[in-house]
């Protein structure tokens, strides 16, 4: 898989497709029946609603206790307190190593069924088998569900009822509190130690990215990827994390000759340095180039920011949630603070 397709998921779109109860019929008799994987019974909790980023009202006659999320998503409703709720994920899961992709949290890759691991991967016939009673993912687009193949989705969501939380042209918090609020719905308590303690750390690291835009201002910072044949700038009026890095007051290029979705400007290697920038948060995805990549592109070596060492990781997928999202505003802090002028 290629960084330019990678780049290109965040603007695909696609209408929601409609399956039949044949489809489902079908597919649980092809899986055959496993008493395992029959939901939970009696979980006191009674009829159950919720409205996701459609506009859809979510519905069943109890919460839901058989959860499938995109491998951030469940992360992130682990982070605030859910757990033996999921039960499957797909996504970038387990690295060729076989150990957990900084993309999963502190999600038990061993204790889950992994529906695919990279993009365009989603086992139906896994997914069935499971007896899904929600599925949660990412919305870039409207009505595009991350991750959820365009291709098998119409026999994918008849299978349960889907959430979808948009996380693009809305600042990160957005998304942070809508997943929390769909993790309270499930059964999660937001009153917990453990998600009070990341709430106060996010608050504090944001307040470091404040003061150290104060302290060291003027420093001009573009985040972007890298892929074989080109590199992406990536637009802080669109991408959510950007968003609320610059309501922080951090001063991040704004590219103006924007590909479809207005996600990014993707330019030649022999034009990175169109924009000028003392600090880069370059994609840490496994499917974007790395700085060790990096070294066979001259131009990217001739940058400002590379000279000067001034180059940090960036979860261009964040975790939505306090847990996930801290960290990434203290590194951003101490970037900025230790970064010098040199563009």
């Given at each position: 898989?290629?960084?330019?397709?990678?780049?290109?998921?965040?603007?695909?779109?696609?209408?929601?497709?409609?399956?039949?109860?044949?489809?489902?019929?079908?597919?649980?008799?092809?899986?055959?029946?496993?008493?395992?994987?029959?939901?939970?019974?009696?979980?006191?909790?009674?009829?159950?609603?919720?409205?996701?980023?459609?506009?859809?009202?979510?519905?069943?006659?109890?919460?839901?206790?058989?959860?499938?999320?995109?491998?951030?998503?469940?992360?992130a409703?682990?982070?605030?307190?859910?757990?033996?709720?999921?039960?499957?994920?797909?996504?970038?899961?387990?690295?060729?190593?076989?150990?957990?992709?900084?993309?999963?949290?502190?999600?038990?890759?061993?204790g889950?069924?992994?529906?695919?691991?990279?993009?365009?991967?989603?086992?139906?016939?896994?997914?069935?088998?499971?007896?899904?009673?929600?599925?949660?993912?990412?919305?870039?687009?409207?009505?595009?569900?991350?991750?959820v193949?365009?291709?098998?989705?119409?026999?994918?969501?008849?299978?349960?009822?889907?959430?979808?939380?948009?996380?693009?042209?809305?600042?990160?918090?957005?998304?942070?509190?809508?997943?929390?609020?769909?993790?309270?719905?499930?059964?999660?308590?937001?009153?917990?130690?453990?998600?009070?303690?990341?709430?106060?750390?996010?608050?504090?690291?944001?307040?470091?990215?404040?003061?150290?835009?104060?302290?060291?201002?003027?420093?001009?910072?573009?985040?972007?990827?890298?892929?074989?044949?080109?590199?992406?700038?990536?637009?802080?009026?669109?991408?959510?994390?950007?968003?609320?890095?610059a309501?922080?007051?951090?001063?991040?290029?704004?590219?103006?000759?924007?590909?479809?979705?207005?996600?990014?400007?993707?330019?030649?290697?022999?034009?990175?340095?169109?924009?000028?920038?003392?600090?880069?948060?370059?994609?840490n995805?496994?499917?974007?180039?790395?700085?060790?990549?990096?070294?066979?592109?001259?131009?990217?070596?001739?940058?400002?920011?590379?000279?000067?060492?001034?180059?940090?990781?960036?979860?261009?997928?964040?975790?939505?949630?306090?847990?996930?999202?801290?960290?990434?505003?203290?590194?951003?802090?101490?970037?900025?603070?230790?970064?010098?002028?040199?563009s």
């Amino acid at each position: 898989m290629t960084d330019a397709l990678s780049a290109r998921r965040l603007s695909r779109r696609g209408l929601l497709a409609a399956g039949g109860a044949a489809t489902l019929a079908t597919l649980l008799a092809a899986c055959g029946k496993d008493d395992t994987a029959k939901p939970a019974a009696g979980n006191g909790s009674g009829p159950w609603s919720f409205t996701d980023d459609r506009g859809t009202k979510v519905e069943s006659a109890a919460r839901p206790t058989r959860v499938v999320a995109f491998t951030g998503v469940a992360a992130a409703l682990i982070d605030f307190g859910l757990d033996k709720q999921l039960v499957g994920v797909f996504g970038e899961t387990k690295r060729a190593d076989g150990t957990a992709d900084p993309q999963a949290g502190d999600l038990n890759v061993e204790g889950v069924e992994i529906l695919g691991n990279v993009w365009g991967e989603f086992s139906l016939e896994k997914y069935a088998a499971l007896r899904p009673e929600l599925l949660v993912t990412h919305m870039y687009d409207p009505d595009a569900l991350w991750y959820v193949p365009d291709e098998s989705k119409s026999k994918i969501l008849p299978l349960a009822p889907s959430v979808a939380i948009t996380t693009a042209r809305v600042p990160m918090t957005k998304p942070i509190e809508r997943y929390a609020a769909l993790a309270e719905s499930l059964g999660a308590d937001l009153s917990a130690k453990k998600v009070t303690d990341a709430k106060t750390r996010f608050d504090a690291a944001a307040e470091a990215v404040r003061q150290a835009v104060k302290a060291n201002p003027g420093i001009k910072v573009m985040a972007c990827s890298g892929s074989p044949d080109l590199f992406y700038v990536s637009n802080p009026k669109v991408s959510t994390d950007l968003m609320y890095f610059a309501e922080l007051g951090v001063d991040i290029v704004v590219p103006n000759k924007l590909e479809s979705g207005d996600y990014f400007e993707a330019l030649s290697w022999e034009n990175t340095g169109k924009f000028p920038a003392d600090l880069i948060l370059l994609d840490n995805r496994s499917t974007a180039l790395q700085p060790k990549d990096l070294t066979a592109k001259p131009t990217w070596q001739q940058l400002p920011a590379v000279k000067a060492n001034q180059v940090t990781a960036w979860d261009a997928v964040p975790r939505f949630s306090y847990a996930g999202s801290a960290p990434l505003l203290e590194n951003l802090a101490t970037a900025i603070r230790n970064a010098k002028k040199v563009s």
